[in-house]
């Protein structure tokens, strides 16, 4: 499904600003695998996901996706193999263009678009229900402008038309950071959702450790560029947050101690 050989990224090669942000970094991950990424500011997890979304080209190493070898294709040719939801509630929409117009858009993602009507009555009734879903009700709003709506609102829109094409990878970037505690927990309780209901294959970044143990089926954890250790389903439900905390704290303690003696 999705596989990473020796994959390495270094920022600003070669002057005193030199960034190691990935260091060989080998993943792969099979059919229906939902991954959620952990570790500190600056361990590589968004350069990671910028890499597999083909927003950065790697150093070294190489991407397979389903089989097709795509490091060297730039981010707009992976469209119709990855999806992604940012950070931010207002990356990833159009906010002067309505919720039923952004929805034409992202049905068509990757694929060319021509001349055709982008809202024609058969997707505005399949909107709808796709709307309905959520139970937000922007099913009853959908000639709204994006742009008024909630960053709640804007990131369920967001996880709702990433998830149309089926894409063979879903990138969840840190998509519930910038809410407020009540909006994280329903944007996190959809993504739990559109990932089971569609057998979507997804890569999370999460600073939230909770977040992290109680979504997906496999753990990984970064650190200065490295992946230095992973938990599987299993793991995951004899893990606390208190347990993570003192893995990482250990292995950075580790790689200080390799880095001495280097």
Do not use: W, Y
Request: glycine share 8%; proline share 2%.
């Amino acid at each position: 499904m999705l596989t990473l050989t020796d994959v390495s990224k270094t920022f600003f090669a070669n002057t005193v600003n030199e960034r190691r942000a990935l260091r060989g970094v080998n993943l792969s991950l099979e059919d229906g695998d939902f991954v959620t990424i952990i570790g500190s500011n600056g361990a590589g997890k968004s350069t990671l996901l910028n890499i597999v979304a083909g927003s950065l080209p790697c150093d070294q190493g190489s991407i397979v996706v389903d089989g097709r070898d795509v490091t060297k294709l730039a981010d707009f040719r992976r469209a119709s193999l990855i999806a992604r939801v940012f950070q931010d509630p207002q990356a990833g929409t159009a906010p002067h263009l309505t919720i039923e117009q952004n929805m034409a858009i992202a049905l068509t993602r990757g694929s060319r678009r021509g001349l055709r009507r982008g809202v024609t009555k058969a997707r505005r009734q399949r909107f709808r229900e796709e709307l309905a879903v959520l139970g937000l009700g922007l099913e009853s709003r959908m000639r709204t402008r994006v742009g008024m709506l909630s960053g709640g609102q804007r990131q369920a829109l967001s996880l709702l038309m990433a998830s149309f094409t089926r894409p063979r990878i879903l990138l969840l970037d840190e998509h519930t950071a910038a809410l407020d505690p009540q909006r994280a927990e329903l944007v996190t309780e959809l993504t739990r959702k559109v990932v089971a209901d569609n057998g979507l294959t997804a890569l999370m970044v999460t600073h939230n450790m909770s977040q992290a143990l109680s979504l997906g089926n496999r753990l990984l954890m970064m650190h200065e560029g490295e992946i230095i250790f992973e938990l599987d389903s299993r793991a995951k439900e004899h893990t606390t947050v208190s347990d993570l905390m003192d893995r990482f704290a250990s292995a950075k303690g580790q790689m200080a101690d390799r880095a001495l003696l280097a």
